[in-house]
């Protein structure tokens, strides 16, 4: 599995292409980035699981030293699964949040 560590990336020089919260319910949000031609999500070093964020600012902050491109919040619906609706559909609603311009 791939995975990026946060202390590797929030650093004055580093980029990040894209930056995508995942939100899920409960108030808990992953975070996965793609940089260096390498999508993958964060992880704990703690436990070597995914880290586990409580708010989209909580992400903000701990990617306050690096450059962030693109940012997006990302959101699948479990309300599309209804008796008699058609087959499941990508549902995934992907707003933008905030970045900076487009790569140099």
Do not use: C, W
Not at 46 to 61: L, N, W, Y
């Amino acid at each position: 599995m791939n995975f990026h560590r946060l202390e590797h990336l929030n650093r004055q020089d580093v980029h990040i292409d894209e930056l995508v919260i995942h939100s899920y319910e409960m108030g808990l949000y992953l975070a996965e980035v793609d940089f260096d031609n390498r999508k993958a999500f964060i992880i704990d070093d703690a436990t070597g699981r995914p880290k586990k964020f409580h708010s989209i600012e909580q992400v903000r902050d701990a990617f306050a030293e690096a450059t962030i491109r693109k940012a997006y919040l990302s959101h699948q619906s479990a309300y599309d699964e209804m008796v008699g609706a058609p087959d499941k559909v990508d549902n995934t609603l992907k707003v933008a949040l905030f970045g900076t311009a487009e790569p140099k």
